[in-house]
């Protein structure tokens, strides 16, 4: 375990908001719960949810989504945190919860009002850590509350995982060198074939490439990487429950290349990995020209775009997810979520990171945490099908 940051400590006062009253953190250990195992072997299946980095956002995008009746009628929820850090989220947040300590998923309540939550031993003071400020101790927390939860839905016990933001330097700086949730989910589930996936108000992207350089992603556009791509983004639309799948494959270069003159990765590698998805059933265009490939598929062409590297995917998603209010400064829509598609468990995300400058304050939307939720349930109830097909 990871020593306390003397820096990070210092000084530091966890939360901004007092509405919330000692109550609302009482613990009520379970020797047995309601709910009778993870999965769907429950009426309601059990999600679990990481709360990712203490120091930023993600227990206050939690406490908000959990606020909404709807998510405990579709599932039973259960928070991987520490106590004090979900003490402090209430704080901030002002919500009214109850806060239940599990050993383990099938123990969880799902009771509205309640928070289920399997502690990690690791933040035990509220002068360990401080919003905002990237700690050891908050990346080997984050770290520890997501390699339990993966575990616990390899075992059975959970029907999906969904996480909070984590923030890579924090995760490093606890010895963990990951480049980030997606490489932690491929190393302990053994998967090499995986891809991310972004969803937000109605466009759908799997990238070929996520977290290398622009010149590294350049030369990791190989034929088997794409056509590799193109086969996990028909698997996504089928975990989303679309029968008539349509893909669009975004071109690398400008103009997709313009028959060569600005590239040769479309010749090269995309358009025979077109041609080898076509050819094994799938409805797949392109390579098409990456500045309109978005534009159609938002008009009705296509049910997901397959996107050569990270930026070509993630900002057309955030431009259709995400609004800022000029008038306060503040996101007044926080849309999208994030899904790791190839893993043999259901993982999905937000769609935004720790925003150190904003935890601590109640000033965060939970809308991409309750969506992420919502995307969870639906890939978990098409897992058989789609994996059969």
């Keep these: 375990m990871v020593a306390p940051d003397s820096e990070a400590a210092a000084g530091c006062t966890a939360g901004k908001n007092t509405a919330a009253s000692k109550n609302t953190a009482a613990s009520e250990n379970t020797a047995a719960g309601e709910n009778t195992g993870g999965g769907f072997a429950a009426e309601r299946p059990v999600i679990g949810i990481s709360i990712g980095d203490p120091a930023g956002i993600g227990p206050e995008v939690c406490l908000k989504a959990l606020s909404l009746p709807a998510i405990y009628e579709q599932c039973v929820p259960v928070v991987y945190a520490d106590r004090q850090v979900l003490e402090d989220a209430l704080e901030v947040t002002g919500k009214n919860f109850t806060l239940n300590a599990v050993d383990t998923p099938a123990m969880a309540r799902g009771r509205p009002g309640t928070i289920d939550f399997i502690g990690g031993g690791i933040i035990t003071g509220k002068s360990q850590y401080c919003y905002g400020r990237a700690a050891a101790l908050c990346g080997e927390a984050s770290f520890q509350y997501v390699v339990r939860a993966i575990k616990d839905a390899m075992a059975g016990l959970s029907a999906a995982v969904v996480t909070g933001p984590i923030n890579k330097e924090a995760i490093h700086m606890a010895g963990r060198h990951y480049a980030g949730h997606t490489e932690i989910f491929a190393h302990y589930t053994n998967t090499a074939n995986y891809g991310m996936l972004l969803s937000a108000s109605g466009l759908n992207v799997i990238h070929v490439t996520t977290h290398v350089s622009l010149r590294e992603a350049c030369d990791l556009i190989t034929r088997e990487r794409v056509l590799n791509t193109i086969r996990l983004a028909d698997l996504a639309l089928r975990l989303m429950g679309m029968e008539n799948r349509r893909i669009a494959v975004a ?3 400008p103009h997709a290349s313009e028959n060569g003159l600005f590239g040769d990765q479309e010749e090269r590698a995309i358009i025979p990995a077109v041609n080898d998805a076509r050819a094994g059933g799938l409805d797949v265009t392109g390579p098409l020209p990456p500045d309109t490939v978005f534009v159609k598929a938002l008009g009705g062409q296509a049910d997901i775009v397959v996107a050569m590297y990270h930026d070509q ?12 209010d ?5 996101f007044s829509q926080v849309s999208g979520v994030n899904i790791t598609i190839g893993l043999p468990i259901i993982r999905s995300s937000v769609d935004h990171g720790t925003a150190y400058d904003r935890a601590g304050k109640n000033q965060a939307n939970g809308q991409s945490m309750a969506e992420a939720i919502t995307m969870a349930l639906t890939f978990a109830r098409n897992r058989d099908r789609a994996v059969k097909n």
């Design 326 to 330: 000029s008038s306060t400064g503040l």
């Design 251 to 253: 071109g690398l270069n």
């Design 313 to 324: 995917g993630h900002i057309p998603l955030k431009l259709m997810g995400f609004r800022l």
